[in-house]
């Protein structure tokens, strides 16, 4: 996945979550779902620059699970 296919991913999630966000009765696990995507293609694109910055393979970067990006200041 390349960082402009994930940008878009991004944008598609930010606004189904702003659209959620503005109905009165917005289903909380998808906004829980969308957060958590939106979480792991940041941590995904963090990680594509990260290796490409330090001359590695940028495609060698892989979707972690949730709990790992969720949960990793803990």
Request: with cysteine; charged share 45%.
């Amino acid at each position: 996945m390349q960082d402009k296919t994930i940008l878009e991913h991004i944008d598609t999630l930010v606004e189904e979550e702003k659209r959620l966000r503005a109905e009165p009765n917005a289903d909380p696990e998808r906004i829980r779902h969308i957060e958590e995507q939106l979480d792991q293609c940041w941590d995904l694109l963090r990680q594509r620059r990260a290796k490409r910055e330090f001359g590695e393979d940028p495609d060698s970067a892989q979707v972690r699970d949730v709990d790992t990006v969720e949960k990793y200041l803990q």
